[in-house]
């Protein structure tokens, strides 16, 4: 009699041996191709003044640009640094400020507040394209509503993302209208893990409004703290494309990030020094990350 064959739930049970390896290749591959080859160039080519243009030399240089990065250079690069960790500091503080705001006022669960949130979160889904277009209107020094309205008011005009003195702070609060709603689903999920017992031992102890927040939910909503201020403060950091669009890195807004994409694949190409613009980019990142993490980890556990 002949025996049955065995099956199993993704074919039998020969092919379910190589299985595992195949679903493992896959994204290794992926990961191989376009994120460890990539790291793994940009260190080379931070090494080189390799132009990036094919067919030009590729000259290696060693630690060449890293020098002159932080010797003849660093007046530039100095500036970039400063207006990350403004931008950075900027969007990271207002973007949880706002979302956790936003979290207290629509966290009640009612149809029209899931339709409240739903509208706040959508700038999240528009492309940074579309968000630009959209605030280079409003703020048009010439015919933008807001112009018209600054005028009508102070009777004088602004140039708004033109002006060294707003254009990095105009920046920031577009960043922040874009990505707030991301952030308030974070802590609106942290709310909704705070058990309900605790605010009822409060309200029989006669606790405030001020103080269950600040000795009750705000201590509670410790790890949703901790993810938001860790996301924003690291796509802050290497945020460019928002830059380009609203004000192509001038009047005071060129960060780390910006100067990094301009000279890598700007009109006069230098790889190699791009290269190396984003090497520091990444130390700054993994400095401040793990800065961030150690203190918040730290205060999750005091807590």
Do not use: C
């Not at 994204?27 to 931070?46: E, K």
């Not at 739903?118 to 020094?141: Q, R």
């Not at 952030?183 to 405030?208: Q, S």
């Not at 520091?280 to 730290?298: A, D, H, K, P, S």
């Amino acid at each position: 009699m002949a025996q049955a064959r065995v099956t199993v739930p993704f074919g039998t049970r020969r092919q379910a041996r190589w299985l595992p390896f195949l679903s493992v290749a896959l994204p290794g591959i992926g990961w191989i191709l376009f994120g460890l080859y990539p790291s793994l160039a940009t260190i080379f080519y931070s090494l080189t003044q390799y132009s990036g243009v094919p067919g030009t030399p590729l000259n290696f240089v060693g630690l060449s640009n890293y020098v002159n990065a932080f010797t003849k250079l660093f007046p530039a690069l100095g500036a970039d640094l400063k207006v990350t960790i403004l931008y950075t500091a900027g969007v990271t503080i207002l973007q949880n400020a706002a979302g956790l705001g936003l979290a207290f006022l629509l966290n009640r669960r009612r149809a029209a507040f899931g339709l409240y949130r739903a509208l706040v979160f959508i700038p999240e889904i528009f492309s940074v394209i579309v968000v630009g277009a959209i605030f280079l209107l409003l703020f048009d020094p010439f015919e933008g509503p807001l112009e018209k309205m600054y005028r009508s008011l102070t009777g004088s005009t602004s140039a708004f993302f033109g002006s060294p003195h707003l254009a990095l702070w105009l920046v920031v609060f577009v960043n922040v209208w874009m990505f707030a709603g991301y952030t308030m689903m974070i802590y609106i999920a942290g709310l909704r893990n705070i058990p309900h017992d605790i605010y009822e031992a409060g309200a029989v102890d006669g606790v405030g409004r001020w103080t269950r927040f600040r000795r009750i939910t705000w201590p509670l909503l410790a790890p949703a703290t901790t993810v938001n201020v860790f996301l924003t403060a690291m796509g802050s950091i290497g945020q460019y494309a928002l830059i380009l669009v609203l004000t192509d890195g001038q009047f005071g807004t060129r960060t780390i990030g910006m100067d990094m994409f301009t000279t890598a694949f700007g009109s006069s190409t230098q790889l190699g020094y791009g290269s190396m613009l984003a090497m520091i980019q990444f130390f700054l990142t993994l400095l401040i990350g793990g800065g961030l993490l150690l203190v918040l980890r730290r205060r999750e556990v005091q807590l």
